[in-house]
């Protein structure tokens, strides 16, 4: 069982930057692949960035190449998602998951999710 926590999120400027955590429980989080995945309203929630259980490989949507940074911290058992240039359609629920395996981490099917934290960019 793993359970997840987000923060970081909140209300920024156009160009602005954040960083999102996800804080989580239990003592296997090193052998899980860990993601972040955003619903804005009235869209279908969508695949933002991934990373493998040991950090190695990073995947990220198109939307968010070369503007968002996912990175993991084992010993503090978070997963990390820095936002720079953010743009008003980045305005999204973001979520952190967690999944045993890295295809359906992707995916977005099954494995454990957070409460969820806002993102609002301002135009």
């Known amino acids: 069982q793993v359970q997840l926590v987000e923060s970081g999120g909140g209300l920024v400027q156009a160009g602005g930057s954040l960083r999102l955590s996800c804080a989580a429980s239990?003592?296997?989080?090193?052998?899980?692949?860990m993601g972040w995945f955003r619903q804005a309203p009235g869209k279908e929630r969508e695949f933002v960035a991934g990373?493998?259980?040991?950090?190695?490989?990073?995947y990220y949507a198109d939307s968010v190449k070369g503007r968002f940074s996912i990175s993991r911290d084992g010993a503090k058992n978070t997963v990390y998602l820095q936002m720079n240039s953010l743009k008003p359609e980045d305005t999204a629920v973001y979520y952190c998951?967690?999944?045993?395996?890295?295809?359906?981490?992707?995916?977005?099917?099954?494995?454990?999710w957070g409460q969820g934290t806002q993102v609002t960019v301002s135009s």
């Open positions: 239990g003592r296997t989080f090193s052998t899980y692949a």
């Open positions: 990373i493998s259980w040991s950090g190695g490989r990073v």
């Open positions: 998951k967690a999944d045993a395996a890295i295809a359906t981490m992707l995916d977005g099917r099954g494995g454990y």
